[in-house]
């Protein structure tokens, strides 16, 4: 469950439910100037006793439990979008000197191997992390790996029972980097040489030559994690108002500008605008270059059809078939294909019902304009917004949730 960090509990929270404030850290910057890291999430972890997940059903027995804890805390509760999925399974190496000298200095490096219908599935992924109770420490250490560019960073709070006796919390904060295993192209993976290369941190420790990691007890750990449960979110999320606002912002300027500035109806554009349109940034201008391309693919095709041939109603299927087959082979931007097929069929209609090539084409390039304009009003407003009234990032709700097995 994400919840901001200035939220959160005291380090030693034995028998205290009250919400204590987090220090913020410290402002900084790592060697290159980068600045440091800061904590993106809390995530609860609760201990339990694997032997109890036996089957399918048992994760789904388990939701049920999760559910009525939330709706007491008054938090709501979605497991929407997961019906129906099966527990994945990986299996993770911890990986360590003979000597822990790893995990004796707070650092913790494994492997995880993705698996699907029992086979391995993907590239298996490296995570190597510092994990204290001291969170300026842990937001200090710059775990970013050398000579590789293609990682992710997570900085997260950990809120977990104590060790020792039932009732109480404790506080961690690990700083993890995480990145393909096929990004190390060192000659021998396992010795301390290389990993001291990788990882510039661990050059505070004192290693022989020679020394290499070995899986802990030469034992891989299985594990099975449904994601039930993962869609949660605190009651009074706000997304849904976020989304009309955009919407009622870039229609209003659609509609004066085709409506009332050239006096055409402004629908085209405006349903245009609306799959457009989107909170993250990031996913607007997937949904802003696969509409434009796609349009401009249609746009063509349409008109080479229209243009060339009789007025046959049977161009309308192979315009759109032929379109298809272009955007899945040729274009090959998955995002908004369909709106190839769309611009085509909008040039070719209006062609046959005008039964005028000519003007069927001027008529079919003005919607497509209307079009065009309708995905730029929507990217326009979605980067607005974001300076303005920015969302979290895409995924990380899930990607918070995945955590406890990260």
């Given at each position: 469950m994400k919840k901001d960090k200035k939220k959160g509990k005291s380090k030693n929270l034995k028998g205290d439910t009250q919400s204590k404030p987090i220090a913020d850290i410290k402002e900084g910057t790592?060697?290159?100037?980068?600045?440091?890291?800061?904590?993106?999430?809390?995530?609860?972890?609760?201990?339990?006793?694997?032997?109890?997940?036996?089957?399918?059903?048992?994760?789904?027995?388990?939701?049920?439990?999760?559910?009525?804890?939330?709706?007491?805390?008054?938090?709501?509760?979605?497991?929407?979008?997961?019906?129906g999925l099966q527990p994945q399974i990986r299996e993770v190496l911890f990986l360590d000197t003979e000597d822990y000298k790893l995990y004796n200095n707070a650092f913790i490096l494994r492997r995880r191997i993705p698996y699907q219908h029992g086979f391995l599935a993907g590239d298996p992924e490296i995570v190597f992390k510092f994990r204290h109770p001291d969170m300026q420490k842990t937001a200090d250490l710059d775990v970013r790996p050398k000579l590789i560019s293609d990682y992710r960073i997570k900085f997260k709070a950990e809120m977990l029972p104590l060790k020792d006796e039932i009732g109480g919390l404790r506080?961690?904060?690990?700083?993890?980097?995480?990145?393909?295993?096929?990004?190390?192209?060192?000659?021998?993976?396992?010795?301390?040489?290389?990993?001291?290369?990788?990882?510039?941190?661990?050059?505070?420790?004192?290693?022989?030559?020679?020394?290499?990691?070995?899986?802990?007890?030469?034992?891989?750990v299985a594990e099975r994690f449904g994601e039930i449960m993962l869609k949660?979110?605190?009651?009074?999320?706000?997304?849904?108002?976020?989304?009309?606002?955009?919407?009622?912002?870039?229609?209003?300027?659609?509609?004066?500008?085709?409506?009332?500035?050239?006096?055409?109806?402004?629908?085209?554009a405006?349903?245009?605008?609306?799959?457009?349109?989107?909170?993250?940034?990031?996913?607007?201008?997937?949904?802003?270059?696969?509409?434009?391309?796609?349009?401009?693919?249609?746009?063509?095709?349409?008109?080479?059809?229209?243009?060339?041939?009789?007025?046959?109603?049977?161009?309308?299927p192979l315009a759109l078939s032929a379109t298809v087959l272009l955007s899945s082979?040729?274009?090959r931007i998955p995002a908004m294909w369909r709106q190839a097929p769309i611009t085509a069929a909008i040039i070719i209609a209006a062609g046959l019902t005008h039964h005028s090539k000519l003007s069927g084409a001027e008529i079919g390039l003005r919607r497509v304009g209307e079009v065009m304009l309708g995905c730029t009003m929507g990217l326009l407003v979605s980067w607005l917004m974001s300076k303005i009234w920015p969302v979290p990032e895409a995924g990380k709700e899930a990607e918070t949730s995945k955590a406890s097995s990260s």
């Open positions: 790592y060697s290159d100037g980068h600045p440091l890291d800061d904590v993106q999430y809390l995530e609860c972890k609760i201990i339990l006793k694997g032997e109890r997940f036996t089957s399918v059903e048992s994760f789904y027995e388990f939701a049920k439990i999760v559910k009525r804890a939330a709706e007491n805390a008054d938090v709501g509760f979605s497991a929407k979008g997961f019906k506080m961690l904060y690990s700083h993890n980097a995480q990145f393909p295993l096929s990004r190390v192209h060192e000659a021998d993976r396992a010795s301390m040489a290389t990993l001291v290369r990788v990882f510039p941190p661990l050059q505070a420790l004192q290693t022989s030559e020679g020394e290499k990691v070995d899986v802990v007890h030469h034992t891989a949660r979110f605190l009651k009074g999320d706000l997304l849904g108002v976020h989304l009309a606002v955009n919407i009622f912002i870039a229609t209003t300027v659609l509609w004066l500008l085709l409506r009332l500035g050239a006096d055409t109806n402004p629908i085209w405006i349903s245009a605008m609306i799959p457009a349109l989107d909170p993250q940034m990031k996913q607007a201008v997937t949904n802003f270059r696969g509409r434009i391309f796609n349009a401009l693919l249609g746009c063509v095709t349409g008109l080479l059809f229209l243009l060339v041939g009789g007025t046959s109603e049977w161009k309308l082979y040729v274009i």
